[in-house]
């Protein structure tokens, strides 16, 4: 992972019950994490390159469903 998110991920475990995750959701957590660094990523692309807020949008859906299976939301 980039130090950006690994940044995100320790600080949504840091945000969780300790015995929120199992070892089994690390792959779908770090998708998670990765689509939210892309997100935001691409917002912030989004003010000069309008291709980039499609990219946003797809990578916010992605959060929403992977969200709901981490029990996140």
Same mark, same amino acid.
């Given at each position: 992972?980039? *130090? @950006?998110?690994? &940044? $995100?991920?320790? @600080?949504?475990?840091?945000?969780? &019950?300790?015995?929120?995750? %199992? *070892?089994? @959701?690390? *792959?779908?957590? $770090?998708?998670?994490?990765?689509? %939210?660094?892309?997100?935001?990523?691409?917002?912030?692309?989004?003010?000069? @390159?309008? !291709?980039?807020?499609?990219? !946003?949008?797809?990578? %916010?859906?992605?959060?929403?469903?992977?969200? %709901?299976?981490?029990?996140?939301?």
């Amino acid at each position: 992972m980039s *130090p @950006d998110e690994k &940044r $995100v991920f320790a @600080d949504i475990v840091a945000a969780c &019950r300790a015995k929120h995750f %199992t *070892p089994a @959701d690390e *792959p779908l957590l $770090v998708s998670y994490v990765q689509a %939210t660094v892309l997100a935001r990523a691409s917002i912030k692309k989004a003010r000069k @390159d309008r !291709g980039a807020l499609a990219c !946003g949008e797809k990578a %916010t859906r992605m959060q929403a469903v992977l969200a %709901t299976k981490l029990r996140l939301a």
